[in-house]
């Protein structure tokens, strides 16, 4: 049908029947580009061609001025690309516009750290998008900001690509307590592939990246006290080596998506915290000890007791970890508090600060 329409179409010229009179050189020059555009028009407004090419410019412009994602990216780097940073292309967060957008930030985990980084965030002004999979962290802990507009939760799990648009990000995932070390390959995964998918992240919607490492990766340290500098001590294949090794792991690709790939990243080795939505049954010694005074129950000082911990508050470790993102310092960067003490020490301490607590009536309730 259609080769016959192009062939009637040419063989019928409104003024093809008319005799043929011969021109004079200078009329047929001056005519030509008259028959010319007359002959065009007349093909264009012949079976409304002309609405058909007017239809096809306004769907093609409407196309790529929606998708102008799709436009800067050929579909034919797309599949590698994507594979290789591990995304998942089109998944676009509608709260941030654009990756430079003041104030966008997010945090990754809902837990006893990352509720407390984002309690601060959000104090400040900041978009806050978090991403938990609820594994260890909960929803109690966030549960205030809801109907915050600058606040956003989405159930994901890091080790899953996500396509997300923000300034910042703030990679907590992952479990810090010593019940969670049975899950070893949880743990693992967590550490490299949700630090490659966040690390992707980064280096596709260029943010800067932090990743809260661990005092861990000293190991069972041979000085004292460790500086950044100290390599460390790790037995690869002990009971909490997953972790240990892990969070070295996640450093070595920091480091690499920074020199490889040139994304801003930040490392905190963050030393042992403590503070409010610890859980109960985390197995860390702080949480131990505080649940056995509540309960009237001996405490579990494990060896000697002779050991030596620091410990920090919650909220300045949160300072610490904003005021690291600030800065301009790349690689790894200790948090922690200075002052040491021995767990037999520890132990007194929170036996008398726990005694003093039961002692007001209001309180009764946490005591036995
Ligand atoms: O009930 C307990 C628990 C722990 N301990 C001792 O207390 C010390 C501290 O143990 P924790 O498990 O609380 O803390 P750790 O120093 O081993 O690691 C901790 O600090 C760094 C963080 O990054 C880790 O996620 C966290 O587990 C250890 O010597 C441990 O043997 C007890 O004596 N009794």
Not at 61 to 70: E, G
Request: hydrophobic share 40%.
């Amino acid at each position: 049908m259609k080769q016959l329409h192009k062939q009637t179409s040419h063989q019928i010229p409104t003024h093809a029947a008319k005799p043929a009179k011969p021109p004079s050189r200078s009329a047929a020059s001056a005519s030509a580009p008259t028959s010319f555009l007359r002959a065009a028009a007349w093909y264009l407004l012949r079976e409304q061609r002309l609405v058909f090419v007017i239809a096809g410019a306004v769907i093609a412009s409407t196309f790529f001025l929606l998708h102008p994602y799709h436009s800067s990216f050929p579909l034919l780097h797309t599949s590698d690309r994507f594979l290789h940073e591990g995304f998942l292309p089109g998944v676009r967060h509608p709260s941030f516009s654009s990756p430079s957008s003041s104030g966008g930030s997010v945090a990754v985990g809902a837990g006893f750290v990352g509720s407390h980084l984002v309690d601060k965030l959000l104090a400040r002004g900041d978009n806050v998008i978090v991403i938990d999979n609820f594994f260890t962290g909960r929803k109690e802990n966030v549960v205030h900001h809801f109907g915050n507009p600058s606040f956003e939760l989405i159930r994901h799990d890091v080790v899953e690509p996500i396509l997300l648009e923000v300034d910042e990000i703030y990679h907590l995932a992952c479990p810090a307590s010593p019940n969670c070390f049975k899950f070893l390959t949880f743990e693992y995964k967590t550490n490299v592939m949700g630090t490659l998918n966040m690390l992707g992240l980064a280096k596709r919607i260029g943010a800067r990246f932090l990743l809260t490492s661990t005092s861990e990766v000293y190991g069972d340290p041979l000085e004292h006290p460790q500086k950044e500098t100290y390599w460390g001590h790790v037995n690869p294949i002990g009971v909490r080596s997953c972790y240990d090794e892990g969070k070295r792991t996640a450093e070595t690709l920091t480091m690499d998506y920074h020199r490889g790939a040139e994304v801003e990243v930040r490392i905190a080795r963050i030393f042992n915290t403590y503070g409010p939505r610890m859980c109960l049954d985390d197995g860390r010694v702080v949480s131990n000890f505080v649940a056995q005074a509540l309960r009237k129950e001996p405490m579990t000082v494990y060896g000697d007791g002779k050991q030596t911990r620091s410990f920090q508050f919650v909220s300045d470790l949160v300072d610490g970890l904003i005021a690291l993102m600030q800065s301009e310092h790349i690689g790894p960067f200790n948090l922690g508090n200075p002052g040491e003490f021995t767990m037999l020490e520890l132990a007194e301490i929170v036996k008398e600060v726990v005694r003093s607590f039961c002692n007001h009536r209001i309180q009764a309730q946490y005591c036995r």
